[in-house]
């Protein structure tokens, strides 16, 4: 019997069949939701396979397009031959255009945790456009993490009735229960700035080096990079350039980041494009304010004014000019900003977000 025939149709109520994850190569946000998801699914009785590189089953998941497509594609047939899960849950371009090349016969989900590529990345854009027209036709459920993917999936000729807007939600706490991690503290009276990222273009950490390069010298304030990725070195090169190494701190990868957005007073999320920001909604769920860009979901999460403050994307003066205005800003009031972020967090609640999937498990 080939891999998933005899799974069509509705789940009953009965044992609760397998499901296999796919994920593209990936270190944060998608990836904490795709382990926090599988996890608690398997909570609730649940086969739950992931695949993906460096994840339990490793799997390699190439660039889009690119090399080695055929290899990635017999492997994913193979796991699919052994494991025969009922359905296919995919995270990513890159994994959704590997799960459509096998021509799977079992039910899909592709859950889109990011905006389309930009248009200054022409190929990438052409690509997920053309993944999209293939997809359309195939029986695929969409998951947008947030109104503004799920837009962008509509206006790319995704049918509405085949796109549910499905934040990844926030888990409280995000790791173990009274984990602590000691972060090298500058004085008192010094605003903690973090950021939880990985270290590409699209996150903008470019631009929010070069606007706290435009504060007044000895501004009280500290950035703190936990994250690693691509642009590591150039981010050195560029605190480095701008004679910021006293008042930089990079961290590296954190598999936990509780301790860290607690130690923090504020988290800055510069990205010239981003899905949702699931680092946004885990500090506010801390209690911390956000910085963020007005770009993608961010403004669904952050309310400007009340909970943090939106600025334009890649805008190194405009984010100059909001952060030295934070800066000046009594305490008291930043504290107040993450009580209203810690309430508006609680929106997005995890369980929530497992129900639904649930749900939707059972309907296909």
Request: proline share 9%; hydrophobic share 45%.
């Amino acid at each position: 019997m080939p891999p998933g025939e005899g799974g069509t149709g509705a789940i009953g109520a009965g044992p609760k069949p397998r499901v296999l994850h796919l994920i593209r190569s990936a270190q944060g946000g998608m990836r904490r939701h795709v382990l926090d998801l599988s996890a608690e699914l398997r909570r609730r009785g649940w086969e739950v396979v992931v695949a993906g590189p460096g994840m339990a089953k490793d799997l390699p998941v190439p660039t889009l397009p690119g090399p080695g497509q055929g290899k990635a594609r017999e492997s994913l047939r193979a796991l699919l031959e052994d494991e025969n899960p009922v359905i296919l849950h995919v995270h990513g371009w890159t994994a959704l255009s590997l799960a459509l090349s096998v021509k799977p016969v079992l039910p899909l989900f592709f859950t889109a945790h990011t905006l389309l590529p930009p248009w200054e990345s022409p190929l990438r854009r052409l690509g997920v456009l053309h993944l999209l027209r293939k997809a359309r036709g195939k029986e695929i459920l969409f998951f947008a993490v947030s109104k503004a993917v799920g837009e962008e999936l509509l206006a790319a000729g995704v049918p509405e009735e085949k796109v549910v807007v499905l934040p990844p939600g926030v888990k409280v706490p995000l790791r173990e229960e009274g984990e602590k991690e000691r972060l090298p503290l500058p004085p008192p009276g010094v605003l903690r700035i973090g950021v939880a990222s990985r270290f590409s273009r699209e996150k903008g950490l470019d631009v929010l080096l070069c606007a706290l390069s435009r504060l007044p010298r000895g501004a009280p304030w500290h950035l703190f990079l936990a994250g690693s990725g691509p642009l590591e070195g150039d981010l050195h090169r560029r605190v480095k350039r701008y004679g910021l190494e006293g008042q930089v701190t990079f961290l590296g990868f954190r598999p936990s980041l509780a301790g860290f957005y607690e130690a923090i007073h504020l988290l800055a999320v510069p990205s010239r494009q981003e899905g949702l920001g699931l680092s946004a909604l885990e500090a506010m769920a801390l209690g911390k304010p956000v910085v963020a860009s007005r770009v993608g979901g961010l403004p669904e999460v952050v309310a400007d004014g009340e909970t943090g403050f939106l600025l334009p994307p890649g805008d190194c003066r405009a984010w100059a000019q909001g952060l030295e205005a934070i800066l000046h800003l009594p305490r008291a009031r930043l504290e107040a900003m993450g009580r209203a972020a810690k309430a508006r967090a609680a929106r997005w609640p995890f369980e929530g977000v497992v129900d639904r999937v649930e749900q939707a498990y059972r309907l296909r």
